[in-house]
C-alpha cells in the first residue's frame, strides 16, 4: 500500500510437506530390514515493513517478522519374517520453532561520495525438541502360550527447549 512518504509491503508464506515412503533398506531378497517413513513440514511467516519513497538525502526502512514452523518425522525400521527375532525401531520427533523479530534500517546521503549506513535488528526465537527411539520386539508370548506379549524398550529420549534473543545492529 502506497502513502504519500512511505509503501507499507506485506510477505506473507506458507509452505506444507507429507512424505509417505517405504523402502527395502537392507537391499536383500530375504524380508530383513524394511523402512517406512511419514512425515510432516508446516511452515508460515509473515513480514510488514514501511519503507520511505521520498527524494531526499535520508531513506529507511522499519518493519518486523513473525514465523512459526513444525517438523514431525516419525520413522518406523521393521525388522522382518527373515530376521531372528522380529520387531522394530521408533524414531519419533517433533520440532517446533516460533520466531518474532524487529528492524530498522536508514542511509543518509551527506553528499555525493559520502553516505551513513545504521541498522538494528531484535529477534527472539523459542525451538523445542521432543524425540525418542523406541526398540519393539515382538512374536514373544508371556502368560497365556501363544498370546503376543510386545515390549516397548526406550533406548533414548530428549525433551528440551530453548530460547534465542539477540540485537544486533
Same mark, same amino acid.
Do not use: C, M
Given at each position: 500500500?502506497?502513502?504519500?512518504?512511505?509503501?507499507?509491503?506485506?510477505?506473507?508464506?506458507?509452505?506444507?510437506?507429507?512424505?509417505?515412503?517405504?523402502?527395502?533398506?537392507?537391499?536383500?531378497?530375504?524380508?530383513?530390514?524394511?523402512?517406512?517413513?511419514?512425515?510432516?513440514?508446516?511452515?508460515?511467516?509473515?513480514?510488514?515493513?514501511?519503507?520511505?519513497?521520498?527524494? &531526499?538525502?535520508?531513506?529507511? +526502512?522499519? $518493519? /518486523? %517478522?513473525?514465523?512459526?514452523?513444525?517438523?514431525? =518425522?516419525?520413522?518406523?525400521?521393521?525388522? &522382518?519374517?527373515?530376521?531372528? +527375532?522380529? $520387531? /522394530? %525401531?521408533?524414531?519419533?520427533?517433533?520440532?517446533? =520453532?516460533?520466531?518474532?523479530?524487529?528492524?530498522?534500517?536508514?542511509?543518509?546521503?551527506?553528499?555525493?561520495?559520502?553516505?551513513?549506513?545504521?541498522?538494528?535488528?531484535?529477534?527472539?526465537?523459542?525451538?523445542?525438541?521432543?524425540?525418542?527411539?523406541?526398540?519393539?520386539?515382538?512374536?514373544?508370548?508371556?502368560?497365556?502360550?501363544?498370546?503376543?506379549?510386545?515390549?516397548?524398550?526406550?533406548?533414548?529420549?530428549?525433551?528440551?527447549?530453548?530460547?534465542?534473543?539477540?540485537?544486533?545492529?
Amino acid at each position: 500500500y502506497n502513502f504519500d512518504t512511505a509503501t507499507l509491503t506485506s510477505v506473507s508464506a506458507y509452505d506444507h510437506l507429507y512424505r509417505y515412503a517405504a523402502e527395502d533398506a537392507d537391499g536383500f531378497p530375504q524380508i530383513i530390514v524394511d523402512d517406512l517413513y511419514e512425515n510432516t513440514i508446516k511452515q508460515y511467516s509473515q513480514e510488514l515493513r514501511l519503507t520511505s519513497n521520498t527524494k &531526499g538525502a535520508l531513506h529507511w +526502512v522499519l $518493519g /518486523g %517478522l513473525l514465523s512459526q514452523d513444525e517438523i514431525n =518425522t516419525p520413522r518406523q525400521e521393521f525388522l &522382518g519374517t527373515d530376521f531372528p +527375532v522380529p $520387531g /522394530g %525401531l521408533n524414531a519419533i520427533y517433533v520440532q517446533k =520453532t516460533r520466531a518474532a523479530a524487529v528492524f530498522a534500517h536508514a542511509d543518509w546521503s551527506l553528499d555525493d561520495k559520502i553516505q551513513l549506513v545504521g541498522g538494528l535488528r531484535y529477534t527472539n526465537e523459542r525451538r523445542r525438541f521432543d524425540g525418542r527411539t523406541i526398540a519393539t520386539i515382538t512374536g514373544n508370548t508371556i502368560g497365556v502360550p501363544g498370546v503376543p506379549y510386545t515390549p516397548d524398550i526406550i533406548l533414548a529420549s530428549n525433551d528440551s527447549s530453548r530460547t534465542f534473543s539477540d540485537l544486533s545492529w
